[in-house]
T-cell receptor
Framework: GAVVSQHPSWVICKSGTSVKIECRSLDFQATTMFWYRQFPKQSLMLMATSNEGSKATYEQGVEKDKFLINHASLTLSTLTVTSAHPEDSSFYIC????????????FGSGTQLSVL | GDSVTQMEGPVTLSEEAFLTINCTYTATGYPSLFWYVQYPGEGLQLLLKATKADDKGSNKGFEATYRKETTSFHLEKGSVQVSDSAVYFCALRGYSSASKIIFGSGTRLSIRP
């Protein structure tokens, strides 16, 4: 079945550094990918919608200069947390739509980011 | 705006017990409703869905019925197994929001042998 690979699964970084998270659709073309974040015991919150070849659409309250999203190909989207701070520590999950399967949504396994 | 509220966990049950995980929603119009499951170390997977009132979604012995009158979509299974241990997310996709999905906070389920 369709698989979405998300890497890394966890990362620890120092405050002020940038972290890049990759999301790949392994056996299908994903024209649209979504990025979510989840705080402990809270819902997955949609951060942005990423469309291949165009600028991402950010949800209200999400800083686009802080969370840079690039979707340069039909199988890869990246989320870069720039100048990370401890409050950015969270669980980040990507998902991708397989247009060939009636828009079925597939999820990556998530990335736990800890900023010291 | 649209929202999903689900039962807080963790929930711990013995094997073969009956499972209910409550989920209620707030939405305008007629949303589609989903249950996703996340097994340890894996991504979220669609477990079942229902797209209109009174629809019953079912998969792997799990069931949930779209109840518009109570705005609920409770997940049930008659006899759980150890392999059902996972985190379960209730979610909705609003009628006017294309593919944007709103999730509940997740319920961690642990099944004892």
């Amino acid at each position: 079945g369709a698989v979405v690979s998300q890497h890394p699964s966890w990362v620890i970084c120092k405050s002020g550094t940038s972290v890049k998270i990759e999301c790949r659709s392994l056996d299908f073309q994903a024209t649209t990918m979504f990025w979510y974040r989840q705080f402990p015991k809270q819902s997955l919150m949609l951060m942005a919608t990423s469309n291949e070849g165009s600028k991402a659409t950010y949800e209200q309250g999400v800083e686009k200069d802080k969370f840079l999203i690039n979707h340069a190909s039909l199988t890869l989207s990246t989320l870069t947390v720039t100048s990370a701070h401890p409050e950015d520590s969270s669980f980040y999950i990507c998902s991708a739509i397989d247009r060939g399967l009636s828009e079925k949504l597939f999820f990556g396994s998530g990335t736990q980011l800890s900023v010291l | 705006g649209d929202s999903v509220t689900q039962m807080e966990g963790p929930v711990t049950l013995s094997e073969e017990a009956f499972l209910t995980i409550n989920c209620t929603y707030t939405a305008t119009g007629y949303p589609s409703l989903f249950w996703y499951v996340q097994y340890p170390g894996e991504g979220l997977q669609l477990l079942l869905k229902a797209t209109k009132a009174d629809d019953k979604g079912s998969n792997k012995g799990f069931e949930a019925t779209y109840r518009k009158e109570t705005t609920s979509f409770h997940l049930e299974k008659g006899s759980v197994q150890v392999s059902d241990s996972a985190v379960y997310f209730c979610a909705l996709r609003g009628y006017s929001s294309a593919s944007k999905i709103i999730f509940g906070s997740g319920t961690r389920l642990s099944i004892r042998p």
